[in-house]
């Protein structure tokens, strides 16, 4: 079936994560996503040049090919090499955005402006273009020129204030903790992903209706702050400041994470109502709490739930995470597996959905078939899929400057020359690794499977 975005050219200037990855999901929709960047070390895409993760840990002989997270931020796409600092670079630069459709960038507002690329200048070039400035707090308002990662926007946006672990106060109950957390890796670059991603498929309707293209001026910081949510709400109706509340829940009791008897195991639960309590007090096989005193309703449960805690507990833990996933979920109580990487690509609901998809590398990487994420939804007409895998440093420049743009061979030889454009790194070399046992030891990973082949048939999932 045909893909829903084919025809669409997108220029993707951005680098990192957040609107790479939303480039790549514009790829899987069947956009041709031209991925601009530079071949000089000193300007070349970050995610090339990190130390991890490559495959068996091994930057080869193309290590700027063989970054993971490069590889998955990066599918789908072509690449073509231009550096900035030639006034030739710009030219063309622009002169493909003239045949383009979308524009990706995320940089700085001064950035963009200093090499007249920024949306003025880039509409004079192609009125009806849309296009996406990513940037941490916006093109307009004080902190408009401050740079921003995601690590440290989550504390900006109020995110961290509702994440912590439980602690034990004087007495030993648990309770908020006083250390605001980190949501996960990277948590407000995927808000921003999705949300660039929802605006630029409205923009292309809206072009589509009136002729008309569009700035999306996304700020990761608002972005985050609209994901707050009940929390923010909660103060500006009622004056209350939520707490910490661990894997705990305000209105639910017992809701939890559980051990189970495998090496770092765990089930979660959440029980809704007295209905759903009585039917996991069966489950449990004690069937005689539902109507013990410190457990008969709700505010009871929550005043209790350190005990609670210490009887589910006793359940799950001789069960794997499967086992007892199914038991509660076959009562009608929410419950599911907390997996880490092994387990979800090995996950047989994830399997059967197909959730991950297959790449086929260039032989030069050294990289061979490997398995990618692919997206949470289907399409009943259409069919998503990544295409192909990312793309070598400067794999289309042929592709752009002659078919797409139709330079000479004579020109794009002297660009060549001059290191406007390139295939290899100008300058810098490998990272360094560490092995993997010392990352562990390092406390960098939690551990290394040196015998995992492609995805395991473990039998504790089935």
Known sequence: MTRPLSGIRVVDMSRVFAMPYCGAYLADLGAEVIKVESSHSRFMETTRLTNAPFPDNDPGERWWERNGTFQTLNRGKRSLTLDFRSEEALAILKRLVAVSDVVLENFT??????????????????????????????????????????????????????????????????????????????????????TALFGVMACLVHRRRTGAGNWIDLAMYQVGVSFVGAGLLDFAFNGRRGRRPGNRHPAMAPHGCYPCKGPDEWVTLAVRD?????????????????????????????????????????????????????????AGIPAGPVLNARSMMSDPHLRARGFFEAAAHPPETGIGPREYMGRGWKLSQAAPRIGRPAPMLGEANDYALRQVLGLSAGEIDALKAADVVGDAPVGGGPPGTVPLDRQVDLGWLVDHDPDYKGHPEDSTTG
């Open 274 to 330: 007295d209905t759903e309590w009585q039917s996991l007090c069966r489950v449990l096989g004690r069937p005689s709490l539902a109507s013990d005193p410190r457990f008969a309703d709700l505010l009871a449960r929550i005043e209790n739930h350190d005990a609670l805690d210490a009887v589910i507990s006793d359940w799950t833990s001789p069960r794997g995470q499967y086992e007892a996933a199914r038991e509660l979920q076959a």
């Open 109 to 194: 507002p001064r950035v963009m402006r200093r090499f007249g690329l920024d949306y003025p200048n880039l509409k004079a070039v192609k009125p009806d273009l849309i296009m996406v400035s990513n940037t941490g707090f916006g093109h307009s308002g004080p902190w408009s020129s401050f740079g921003a990662m995601a690590s440290s926007l989550e504390p900006t946006h109020g995110t961290g204030a509702f994440m912590g672990y439980l602690e034990p106060d004087a007495n030993g109950r648990l309770g908020p903790g006083s250390v605001p957390n980190k949501v996960g890796n990277s948590y407000t670059d995927f808000l921003a992903t999705w």
